[in-house]
């Protein structure tokens, strides 16, 4: 629990600071005990996917039966990357009620006062969740939950069958610069991606001694801001939204790069198809462990409970798992999967699968992997790092 | 000036050129508005009204359409409003500072927009003004304003003094003569103002961006629905839809300012 | 011929009505007047619009908590130093370069079309052609990039028509950039050059030509330095447009332009240096315009 110290340690300084602040910061309301009737409406920012209500696709469609039964009008609104969201949710305070943050959103939501901590007796899911995914660093702050856990999953790496000639197996294949596929890269743009580099770098330079990507000193990190610019002109495209990821792999700008399942899923169903593959490279991979987390200014708490709730039991997070290409967090769900070997191919049982995913975490200076010889990169690095890398 | 046939014909086959370079584009929306499959690659896969359909049904889209509508004429009419007041102002009179404000007015347009709104949006944040379609309107008519005083004051120019104090000699207040003299003279102007104006807040996106706060206006409904992979070809719909609404209004507002040009001696 | 007929039905009461008590009043004073006309728009555009660029600048003084987004109010010049390190040079001069390129391209091919409308054809198809010029404006700018990356795709038409002939598009990147701005802004550019090159009175072209000059020589000495205003003013356009943009070169290139920089800085949170790195394109587009206003651009808008 040393982590949960050093955080609470950080929350605690940031709550100062932001008592300066004056916008978007105020002590956390107490929780509620009980939940009540719903106010009406709940407005939900999260990842694609994550929350479809019949108009992508007919027959994929968790929210309505919701609706129905709640009274609770859902608005959604998606976002590319976690800074994104931060950034939504700290430019419109009172915005969105319900959030699904990952690991590099969630600590600093909290820090930053925007969200309240979730009476999880009330929420009768959260007795079903994996135990490994529960009073985790990024959504247990001092024993004091935040949020619901959803889900897990990985980055992986996706080819276009028809151009890409032999499958790929590392993810240093888009690492270089020399690969008949150059300028053909799609990566993901974002500060965090810069653990992947660091993935890469752990198995390709042991010397440096990286354990864990998030947790980098000066010289690991160096290393791995050297390598990305050393990728950056063989990269055709970095994408923030899937969407500009899909329509270029159908273009064919990009034929290689990193991805999440569910844009594997609408290549190869779209009309026409495109044909690719994906696979979890050898050298592991960076993924994201996603929290329901509520609006610490919400007005309307109790759909916003009720939504956790059916967000997170076991039908409903089956679907949103095999429809988005996840592991579930409900351990209860694994046996309503449309496909029997869901839960199988996504690992969700499978704790060594995890071992080497590194969950998208906010890098701070106080090593996340234990040393106290050296001073790590803290995230204001990486977001000014990533500048310089996309600006070369 | 007679040029040679052969510049004349020069000219043309260069304007039909770019013309096309200028069309090529908007016949591919066109194109994809009909397309059969749902992804943007190229060729188009085959013909169909099924996205024109679902896009008529669409109530987002709908409701977009309408607010950027209404967001436009609010934006158009601050404008028409204090640009005019403003030409007025720096037409008739001599004062110091003239000179700034011509300089002043162009501002907000010839700012990019992502500065233009990160100030708005800031300070509207900072004062707890609540962004939302009222501050959509004030950041168009911002940079709206520009566009009816360029022209009312181009006009206001070439209309002399002498007129409006002839009017003023022969006993009519000032009122009258805003309406009877000032106002007719530049009223096509202000007119041709106005609808540059309207385009230009219906199609904005940038600033839009910062004020809107949820509210969606059409640009946003397009920008959104770029991110949702079922939504793209419907973007097309609109986007035709846009351009064929636009003909006849655009048509009658040259056929207003150019009636008033000066001829040519 | 406007109408001008008075109420003289006024003057046989012996009190005037009140709006011409005002007027009376208000023509005594013309100041006063002056200062009714202007109060709403010098209101407006001073206290909403420069007041509000005065507030972003003074956030550039303070700096941000990364972890928590707060902004921490202690005044310091730190974004401004890091204005002057790496990438921010480099970006700057791109986009500069850019910019000045589109509007040379733009300005290359306005000349033209603006030509053939303004002078060649005649005056009853004018009006078709402006709109056929003003139309595309009414596509919606970000359906005109996305048609762009269709086009400029991999496997896109312009790949497509050209492979016959053994030749490839540019695909993305900086050329693509280039070509997608000249695209969009070219109607900017077009419509005040043509309404400055059919200002100019033909008796002038005439006189060129009965003084022994050709075609080309007429264009470039008397044509040219009359139509240079109008130029100017299109390029206020295409320069700003070009120089803040950040959506079009996102679409079509990975390259970074100073927009990019200040709206990823802006979408990270960090506010401060995104309003500090707003002083680049301001300052660029207030020295653009001094220059702009001194070559006469302002009465060619």
Redesign the interface.
């Known amino acids: 629990m040393r982590g949960a110290k050093r955080l609470a340690a ?1 929350f605690a300084i ?1 709550l100062v ?2 008592g ?2 004056g ?3 105020s002590p956390a309301p107490s929780m509620i005990t009980s939940v009540g009737d719903g106010e009406g409406k709940l407005s939900v920012l999260a990842w ?1 996917g994550y929350v479809e209500d019949g ?3 007919p027959d994929v469609d968790w929210v309505t039966p919701f609706e129905t039964e709640t009274g609770c009008q859902v608005t959604v609104q ?1 976002f ?1 990357t976690s ?2 969201a ?2 939504l949710f ?3 305070p009172e ?1 969105y009620d319900v959030i699904s943050a990952s690991g590099d959103a969630s ?2 939501l909290v ?3 925007f969200v309240q901590p979730v009476n999880v007796d009330i929420v009768p899911s959260y007795a079903e969740i994996f135990p490994d995914l529960k009073d985790k660093d990024y959504n247990t702050v001092d024993g004091v939950h935040y949020g619901i856990p959803h889900g897990r999953g990985a980055n992986i790496l996706m080819w276009r069958t028809d151009e890409v000639t032999t499958p790929p197996t590392k993810w240093a294949e888009i690492f270089d610069p020399a690969s008949p596929y150059a300028g ?1 890269f799609s990566v993901y743009d974002a ?1 965090i991606y810069i653990a992947d580099a660091a993935v890469v770098l752990m198995a390709s330079r042991p010397e440096l001694n990286i354990k864990n990507p998030y947790s980098l000193d000066d010289t690991q990190f160096q290393a791995a801001v050297d390598l990305l610019k050393a990728q ?1 002109p063989a ?4 994408w923030g ?4 990821q ?2 270029s792999f ?4 990009t034929v290689i790069g990193t991805t999440w399942q569910v844009i594997a899923n ?1 290549l190869q169903s ?3 198809p ?1 044909p690719v593959e994906v696979v979890k490279p050898e050298e592991g991979s960076t993924g994201w462990s996603d929290t329901w987390m509520v609006n610490s200014k919400t007005k309307n708490i109790n759909c916003a409970y009720k939504f956790l709730n059916h967000i997170t039991s076991a039908p409903v997070n089956i679907q949103i798992a095999e429809y988005f290409g996840e592991a579930p967090g409900n351990s209860k769900s694994c046996a309503l999967a449309t496909n029997p070997d869901h839960c199988t191919i996504f690992h969700a049982e499978d704790t060594a699968y995890w071992t080497d995913v590194w969950y998208w975490t ?1 890098p ?1 200076a106080d090593c996340l992997d234990g040393r106290t010889d050296v001073k790590c990169k ?3 690095a990486w ?1 000014e790092a990533w ?2 890398i ?3 | 000036m007679r040029q040679g046939r052969g510049g004349r014909l020069a000219l043309g086959i260069v304007t039909l050129l770019i013309l096309l370079f200028i069309y090529v584009p908007i016949a591919l929306i066109f194109v994809y508005s009909f397309n059969a499959g749902d992804t943007p690659a190229w060729p188009p896969t085959g013909a169909t009204l099924r996205w024109w359909g679902v896009a008529i049904q669409n109530t987002a889209l709908q409701q977009a359409f309408l607010t950027s509508l209404a967001a436009a004429l609010g934006a158009t009419a601050i404008a028409l409003v204090l640009g005019t007041l403003a030409a007025i102002g720096v037409s008739r009179y001599e004062f110091f500072g003239r000179e700034s404000i011509s300089f002043i007015a162009v501002l907000p347009i010839a700012l990019p927009g992502i500065v233009t709104g990160m100030a708005l949006s800031t300070t509207f944040a900072q004062i707890d003004l609540p962004l939302g379609f009222m501050a959509i309107v004030v950041g168009h008519a911002t940079f709206c304003i520009v566009i009816v005083y360029n022209n009312a004051i181009a006009r206001l120019r070439r209309v002399s003094h002498s007129i409006e104090e002839a009017s003023a000699d022969l006993g009519a207040d000032t009122w009258t003569t805003f309406r009877y003299i000032t106002f007719p003279a530049i009223r096509s102007a202000m007119l041709a103002g106005a609808l540059l104006a309207f385009a230009l807040s219906f199609d904005e996106v940038i600033v839009t961006i910062f004020m809107a706060g949820g509210v969606k206006t059409l640009p946003i409904w397009i920008f959104q629905s770029f991110r949702l992979n079922n939504q793209v070809p419907l973007v097309n719909v609109a986007g035709v839809v846009a351009i064929l609404l636009s003909v006849v209004p655009v048509y009658i507002a040259t056929r207003i300012s150019s009636s008033a040009v000066g001829a040519r001696t | 011929m406007p109408r001008m007929t008075l109420n003289t039905g006024d003057r046989s009461t012996s009190v005037p009505s009140s709006s011409r008590r005002l007027a009376t009043w208000l023509y005594a004073r013309p100041r006063t007047r002056l200062s009714a006309l202007l109060a709403g728009p010098t209101g407006w555009l001073v206290i909403v619009y420069l007041g509000s660029l005065a507030f972003l600048f003074l956030n550039a003084f303070f700096t941000r908590d990364a972890f928590s987004g707060a902004t921490i109010y202690q005044p310091t010049a730190a974004n401004f130093v890091r204005l002057l390190s790496d990438p921010y040079p480099g970006i700057t001069l791109r986009t500069v370069l850019m910019a000045a390129a589109v509007t040379l391209s733009c300005a290359a091919l306005a000349l033209p079309i603006a030509y053939f409308m303004a002078r060649v054809i005649p005056a009853r198809f004018r009006s078709a052609m402006v709109v056929a010029v003003i139309v595309p404006l009414w596509a919606s700018y970000l359906i005109k990039v996305y048609s762009w990356r269709i086009i400029l795709a991999e496997e896109g038409i312009l790949n497509e028509l050209l492979r016959p002939i053994g030749l490839r598009g540019p695909g993305f990147g900086d050329v693509a950039v280039w070509l997608v701005f000249t695209y969009l802004w070219l109607p900017y550019m077009i419509l005040p050059v043509y309404a400055g090159l059919e200002r100019i009175p033909d008796s002038l072209l005439e006189a060129s030509a009965d003084l022994g000059g050709r075609s080309w020589v007429t264009f470039r000495r008397v044509v040219l330095p009359l139509v240079l205003p109008a130029l100017v003013a299109g390029s206020i356009f295409t320069f700003s447009l070009t120089l803040g943009d950040y959506i079009a070169p996102a679409q079509v290139s990975t390259t970074i332009f100073i927009g990019n920089a200040i709206y990823s800085n802006f979408g990270a949170g960090n506010l401060p240096l995104a309003a500090a790195l707003s002083i680049v394109p301001l300052a660029i587009v207030l020295l653009y315009l001094l220059v702009a206003r001194r070559l006469g651009a302002f009465e060619a808008l």
């Open positions: 950080l940031a600071a932001t300066c602040s916008i978007g910061a694609p108009t992508t696709s998606t590319g800074d994104e931060f950034t700290q430019t419109n915005q600590l600093r820090a930053g006062g053909k500060p950056k990269v055709g495209e970095y939204d899937y969407t500009k899909i329509s159908q273009n064919g700008n609408v779209s009309d026409p495109t906010t701070v803290d995230f204001a977001v500048t310089q996309k600006a070369a």
